[in-house]
């Protein structure tokens, strides 16, 4: 992952992206408003997946259940990014059961 090339995408900036001090620039990863976010999928990769085979991954980051783990799902088209989420983090069916009402981190690859 490259920071100058990472795209945080929330509906508040602050809820992501540490705020620098007036006239300082940030050096965190970038933000922009889920809005903008497909207009700009749109406008640059006009179906490219089409036709592709695509992996949804349910993942948590820590143990499944701990009050400690934050869940997500990733969508990706490589094979290799789902090998590299077993190894990182725990993904599943359990995962998707644990998910339920809470908070999930949405992630596209």
Same mark, same amino acid.
């Given at each position: ?20 001090? !007036?006239?300082?620039?940030?050096? &965190?990863?970038?933000?922009? =408003? ?8 749109? !406008? ?18 820590g143990?499944?259940? =701990? ?16 090998? =590299? ?9 359990n ?5 339920? !009402? ?5 992630? &596209?690859?």
């Amino acid at each position: 992952r490259v920071e100058s090339k990472t795209v945080i995408c929330t509906e508040n900036e602050r809820d992501t992206i540490p705020q620098p001090a !007036e006239g300082v620039k940030g050096q &965190l990863g970038h933000w922009i =408003s889920p809005k903008n976010m497909e207009a700009a999928f749109e !406008e640059r990769f006009p179906g490219c997946m089409r036709g592709r085979t695509m992996y949804v991954i349910p993942y948590s980051m820590g143990p499944v259940g =701990s009050p400690l783990a934050k869940y997500g799902i990733q969508v990706t088209d490589s094979a290799y990014v789902v090998a =590299s989420m077993r190894i990182m983090t725990r993904m599943g069916a359990n995962v998707l059961d644990a998910i339920g !009402e809470d908070e999930v981190v949405k992630c &596209l690859h």
